[in-house]
């Protein structure tokens, strides 16, 4: 059973374009919610998080779209970029003094020059 | 800072055979997890620590041991080597937040296989 779903599995983006990546959750315990960025043969990196009080947080061209009442969230990259290539994670971590991430599926992004 | 390394890169076993995966970082971090990175299942937590002589299970913690007897060092041991066990295996170190979240730095991985 899959806590965070993602979608969709890959996605192809010309450069300059918008790339949009959606995650959904259940559980309404989780208080943070972290994307990371994973290039080939490397481990993930935090690109950008954020708390279910915000709205939307924004770092450059990456952007973060949380609705708490749908328990949706997404990552927008504006102007993407062939470095942007990468696979890309949303995950969620449970309130309280922990931190056990639980990851989406992942997204393969490709930025076509 | 190295910050965290694990070793070794690749790694092939036999059927029934046992390893351990070695995980080390130099940041002073309380917290240090595994993960293991499947296609199409994301990254799944396997054990985890929240410091030196403390562990805790995950979601898939079923065929795999850990010990914390270090601030530094948090090696995932395979006990008996299954094929379902190939996999990318992650370590993972943050400090433990003080009423906040913080970012989690991961290793570059171990791609094991098991025939």
């Known amino acids: 059973q899959q806590q965070v779903k993602q979608s969709p599995q890959s996605l192809i983006v010309q450069k300059g374009g918008i790339s949009i990546i959606n995650c959904a959750y259940e559980n309404t315990a989780f208080d943070y919610f972290p994307w990371y960025q994973q290039f080939p043969g490397k481990g993930p990196a935090l690109l950008i998080a954020i708390r279910p009080d915000v709205s939307e947080k924004k770092e450059g061209r990456f952007t973060i779209s949380f609705n708490k009442s749908a328990k949706q969230f997404s990552l927008h990259i504006m102007d993407s970029q062939p470095g942007d290539s990468a696979t890309y994670f949303c995950?969620?971590?449970?309130?309280?003094?922990?931190?056990?991430?639980?990851f989406g599926t992942g997204t393969l992004l490709a930025v076509q020059p | 800072n190295a910050g965290v390394t694990q070793t070794p890169k690749f790694q092939v076993l036999k059927t029934g055979q046992s390893m351990t995966l070695q995980c080390a970082q130099d940041m002073n971090h309380e917290y240090m997890s595994w993960y293991r990175q499947d296609p199409g299942m994301g990254l799944r937590l396997i054990h985890y620590?929240?410091?030196?002589?403390?562990?805790d299970q995950g979601e898939v913690p079923n065929g795999y041991n850990v010990s914390r007897s270090t601030t530094e060092d948090f090696p995932l041991r395979l006990l008996s080597a299954a094929p379902s066990q190939t996999s990318v295996y992650f370590c993972?170190?943050?400090?433990?937040?003080?009423?906040?979240?913080?970012?989690?730095?991961f290793g570059p991985g171990t791609r094991l296989t098991v025939l």
């Open positions: 993972a170190s943050t400090l433990l937040p003080a009423g906040t979240k913080s970012e989690q730095f």
């Open positions: 620590s929240v410091g030196a002589g403390i562990t």
């Open positions: 995950a969620a971590i449970y309130g309280g003094a922990t931190n056990k991430l639980i």
